[in-house]
């Protein structure tokens, strides 16, 4: 198994090259990969099943070589801090919770809890109680969440993707830099909810309110927006590419220029807002 490991390792740093801690990176990893697919077999999974869940732990690539080339660039001398960086990367992208992955918690109660980084993924969470917890980095892919209620919750930088969403209750979230992807959000609940560089992408949005928010860096890319309401919404360099904007609602709002001439652009209708 560590053969078929190191392989794929070296399959997944194969575009970047022999950058010059490759080595120190894919040893430590390796040693992280190996640790992790021993805990699953002594867990009782077959060799199939804790190779897929290791590799499924690995994160994204991408996220390491910022780490290594940053620093390899501000201090190509020192490898004992390139050492640490790498370390310290790693270490971050292995303390996922994947605990609650493919698991049936409809009507749970979850509220209040500790449940950073933890992976939802494929699991019927319909219904259950998220509220005051604190999610921030959390994976929901695929995930059955309608009528789930997230009150007060922190999401920040969440993964929301190919998940239903309808009917949640995200009031008083914060869901700064969360990205849901492919989601359905009808009936969804954002009263008072902090949506600072939050992105929806090719998500099911007809319907929503985001009446009276403060949307900064918002992100509306290529989704639905039917009926979607923004009335008395305050709108700060937020984009709306390829989403189809005719038939939302803007009465009332207020934004900056730059916002204004992007949605008057795609011809949104703006009879109704102020522009600062």
């Known amino acids: 198994m560590n053969d078929k490991l190191q392989q794929f390792l070296s399959d997944a740093f194969k575009p970047y090259g022999n950058f010059p801690a490759r080595n120190d990176v894919e040893q430590e990893l390796l040693a992280n990969l190996t640790e992790k697919y021993n805990d699953l077999k002594a867990a009782g999974k077959s060799d199939d099943e804790a190779y897929k869940q290791t590799i499924e732990s690995f994160g994204d690539v991408s996220e390491i070589m910022e780490h290594v080339a940053h620093e390899e660039t501000k201090e190509e001398d020192d490898t004992r801090s390139i050492g640490r960086t790498i370390k310290d990367t790693i270490k971050t992208i292995f ?3 994947s605990r609650f992955r ?4 409809m009507e749970a109660d979850l509220a209040d809890t500790k449940l950073q980084g933890s992976d939802f993924s494929m699991s019927a969470l319909m ?8 999610l921030q980095k959390s994976t929901f892919k695929a995930t059955a969440l309608k009528g789930a209620s997230f009150v007060g919750a922190n999401l920040s930088e969440a993964s929301l993707n190919s998940s239903d969403l309808q009917d949640v209750n995200l009031s008083n979230a914060i869901l700064t830099g969360a990205k849901f992807q492919r989601c359905a959000l009808r009936g969804a609940n954002f009263s008072n909810t902090t949506l600072d ?3 929806f992408k090719q998500s099911d949005l007809s319907g929503v309110s985001f009446d009276g928010l403060t949307l900064r860096g918002t992100m509306f890319n290529g989704s639905s927006l039917k009926g979607t309401s923004f009335r008395g919404t305050i709108l700060e360099d937020v984009s709306f590419h390829h989403s189809e904007v005719k038939k939302a609602v803007f009465d009332g709002a207020t934004m900056d220029k730059v916002t204004y001439a992007l949605l008057k652009g795609i011809k949104a209708n703006l009879d109704n807002v102020t522009v600062k």
């Open 95 to 97: 303390t996922d919770d």
């Open 102 to 105: 493919a698991t049936a918690l």
């Open 127 to 134: 219904d259950a109680n998220f509220d005051k917890s604190e």
């Open 197 to 199: 560089q939050t992105e």
